[in-house]
């Protein structure tokens, strides 16, 4: 097989390392500033889920979160008369999206207490209540301040659905390992495979800019 032979096979798996990278990463951007907030709860039954899900999803391995919820999971399932049977792709995309969540979770919860007490004693001097000077006040002027490192998320995450390939989901890692068992050219292989990781890296942080340049447009306009 000519190298050129390579390229359709590595792009279907491309496509659906994209869309596990899109759906996963808005997953977890909707977890981190859902247990990021929840962390600064003063209730604390949501902080304590809050910190609870922080801290297993980061003190835990990915890889193995993605055989739980793949492997695990089903059996668990069983054992209680459930079928708890998950898709490849939904594993895939609950696993990335709950592992980058939590390590967006802190970066939620410390752009957010970044913001000058100043303004909060403001808010208190025009009678907001709490909720009001978190959505209007707070997050308003977070948000830029956590976009560097939601960018930097985003590219981990991308590198990151590389794992999927162990519970046989058609990625662009699991189709070039069928192309190098198949033809044995190792070399090739993964110097296409490691220049197209590069390249969609390349794409997510040149599109995570372009957030991070209109969120701060949008602030400055809006303030």
Known sequence: MHWTDYITPL???AWVTVQLTLYSTVLGAVLAFVFGIGKLSPNWAIKGVSVAYIEVFR??????????LYFAL??????????????PVLAGVLALGLNIGAYGAEVVRGAIQSVH????????????????TLWNI?????????????????????????????????????????????????????????VTYFGMALVVTG???LLERYVTRWRTVGG
């Open 11 to 13: 792009m279907e798996g």
């Open 117 to 132: 007490t100043d303004q909060h004693e403001a808010a208190r001097a025009l009678n907001f209540t709490s909720r009001q």
């Open 59 to 68: 003190g835990t391995s990915l890889l193995v979160q993605l055989f739980w």
């Open 207 to 209: 599109l995570m800019r």
């Open 138 to 194: 707070t997050i308003p002027q977070a948000i830029p301040e956590m976009m560097p490192s939601f960018g930097n998320l985003a590219v981990q995450n991308l590198k990151d659905t590389a794992l999927v390939s162990l519970i046989s989901l058609g990625d662009l890692t699991f189709r070039a390992e069928q192309i190098r068992n198949f033809t044995q050219d190792s070399t090739t292989i993964y110097s296409m495979l490691l």
């Open 74 to 87: 089903p059996l668990a399932g069983t054992a209680m008369g459930i079928d708890l049977r998950l898709p």
